[in-house]
C-alpha cells in the first residue's frame, strides 16, 4: 500500500465533508422519527428537519422550496423526468431530445422507452469539444416532441452547454427543458431560473452530501407524471418513506457548498496546471472537451499508445485514484461514448484519463500527479506492440 492515497476522482463521487456527516448523526440516533407521521414530537421533528433542508437547496440553485422534490439521486430524477415526461404527459407526445454525450442515466432510460414501443427519441450531434450547435436543436424538434433534456456539464469531459439559449429554442417551439446539472452542482454557481430550465437533476453525492439522496427542481407548474407510486410523500408526487437523514446532510452540504464554489478559480488553474505539466512530458497527448466552457475541477486527456486502464494500475500503485471516464462504465472494455460522440478514434479513446479534483486537492497533489503519470505512459508504451513513438 502507497502511503498516502491521493483522490483525484471526484466526478464519481466525493468525500463527506464531516461537518455533514456531524449535521446528520442527529438523525439516526435521537430523531429517527417518519416526517410523514404528524401526531407526535419525534415525526415532527422529522418533518422539520426536511422542511430545512428543501430550503437550503433551494437556496443553492435559486428554486422554491416547493419546487424541489427530493428523490433517491440523479439517476432516479433523470429517470422520473423521463418516463414522467411520455408515460405521464400528452398521449400525443412521445418524442424527445437529447444528446449522445449524455450520462446512461438518461439514454439508458430513452433506450427502454423506444425498445419497447413507448416513444421515440433523436440525438443531437457534438462537435469535437463535445457542445451542440443550437441550431441542431431548433431543426430536430417535431410537433410530437415531448421533451429536450441537455446535461449542464458533461462527467467525463466537464464541456459546459450554453442552457439558457437552448431552452429559449425549445420554449419557442413549446417544449419544456431539462438539464442534468449534477456535475455542476455545488462547483460552479447554478441558478435554475437564470437558465430558464423547467427541470433539473442534482445528487448530493457529487458535492460532499451522502450517496442515495439527490433532487428534481421541478418549476412551479411544470407537469411531470409520477414516477414512484405509493404514499403521499413529497407533495403526492414521490412515494417512499423520506430519507431524513440524507436531505439534512445533503441541506447542510448546499449551506457550504459557497465555500467549495469560491474555491473555483484556484481549482480552474490548478487543472489547466496539470495539463500544461502532461503535455511537457508526454508526447502524443492530447486535451478532451473545451478550454473554455469547462467545470472548473475536471481535466480529460487521451494518450496514444497506452491503455486508459492500465495507467490507472501504475498510478494506483502510487497512491494516486484516477479514473478513465464514467465510474458507471469503467470496467467495461467498451472505449466511451462521449469521446466516440466528440470524433475522437477508438485507438485513441481507449488511452482517457479523467483528473478530477476538489476544493481538498493541493498543489502538492498536482505535482505528484505530473511527475508520476510519465513515467507509467512511458513503460506501458515500451510494452506496446502498436506504439511507433
Ligand atoms: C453521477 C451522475 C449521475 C448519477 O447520479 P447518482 O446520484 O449517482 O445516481 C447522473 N448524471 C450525471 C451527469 C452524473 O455525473
Not at 440516533?29 to 415532527?44: C, M, P, T
Not at 440523479?74 to 449522445?100: C, R, Y
Request: charged letters at 20%; a negative charge.
Amino acid at each position: 500500500m502507497p502511503e498516502r492515497l491521493i483522490y483525484l476522482d471526484n466526478a464519481a463521487t466525493t468525500r463527506v465533508d464531516p461537518r455533514v456527516v456531524e449535521s446528520m448523526l442527529p438523525y439516526f440516533s435521537e430523531k429517527y422519527g417518519n416526517a410523514a407521521s404528524q401526531y407526535y414530537e419525534l415525526g415532527r421533528q422529522a418533518r422539520a428537519a426536511l422542511d430545512t433542508s428543501r430550503e437550503q437547496l433551494a437556496r443553492l440553485i435559486s428554486a422554491l422550496p416547493e419546487e424541489i422534490y427530493f428523490t433517491s439521486g440523479a439517476t432516479e430524477s433523470d429517470n422520473w423526468v423521463i418516463m414522467g415526461s411520455v408515460l405521464g404527459g400528452n398521449a400525443k407526445k412521445k418524442h424527445i431530445i437529447s444528446l449522445p454525450t449524455e450520462h446512461h442515466a438518461i439514454l439508458e432510460p430513452l433506450e427502454w422507452l423506444k425498445k419497447n414501443g413507448y416513444g421515440d427519441y433523436t440525438l443531437l450531434p457534438v462537435d469535437k469539444t463535445g457542445k451542440v450547435d443550437p441550431d441542431d436543436l431548433k431543426k430536430a424538434i417535431r410537433p410530437d416532441t415531448a421533451l429536450v433534456t441537455i446535461m449542464h456539464s458533461n462527467n467525463e469531459i466537464g464541456t459546459i452547454q450554453d442552457i439558457p439559449a437552448l431552452a429559449a429554442i425549445a420554449h419557442e417551439a413549446g417544449v419544456p427543458f431539462h438539464t442534468d446539472a449534477t456535475q455542476s452542482v455545488g462547483k460552479i454557481a447554478v441558478d435554475a431560473k437564470a437558465l430558464g430550465v423547467d427541470s433539473l437533476s442534482l445528487s448530493a453525492h457529487k458535492f460532499h452530501g451522502p450517496k442515495g439522496i439527490g433532487a428534481l427542481y421541478l418549476k412551479k407548474g411544470t407537469r411531470m407524471g409520477v414516477f414512484m407510486h405509493g404514499g403521499g410523500q413529497e407533495n403526492n408526487r414521490r412515494a417512499g418513506t423520506s430519507n431524513v437523514s440524507g436531505a439534512v446532510g445533503m441541506g447542510c452540504a448546499a449551506d457550504i457548498a459557497s465555500e467549495y464554489i469560491a474555491d473555483a478559480p484556484r481549482q480552474r488553474q490548478l487543472t489547466e496546471d496539470i495539463w500544461v505539466g502532461l503535455a511537457n512530458a508526454i508526447p502524443k497527448i492530447y486535451r478532451n472537451g473545451h478550454p473554455e466552457d469547462r467545470i472548473p475541477n475536471l481535466l480529460s486527456v487521451c494518450v496514444e499508445g497506452a491503455e486508459g486502464e492500465a495507467i490507472l494500475g501504475y498510478l494506483d500503485m502510487s497512491g494516486l485514484q484516477v479514473s478513465s471516464g464514467s465510474a458507471c462504465t469503467s470496467g467495461s472494455l467498451e472505449p466511451s461514448h462521449v469521446l466516440l460522440a466528440c470524433g475522437v478514434p477508438v485507438e485513441l479513446a481507449h488511452g482517457s484519463i479523467r483528473i478530477s479534483i476538489s476544493h481538498e486537492t493541493s498543489l502538492e497533489d498536482a505535482s505528484f500527479l505530473v511527475k508520476t503519470m510519465p513515467g507509467a505512459v512511458e513503460r506501458l508504451r515500451t510494452m506496446s506492440v502498436t506504439w511507433k513513438g
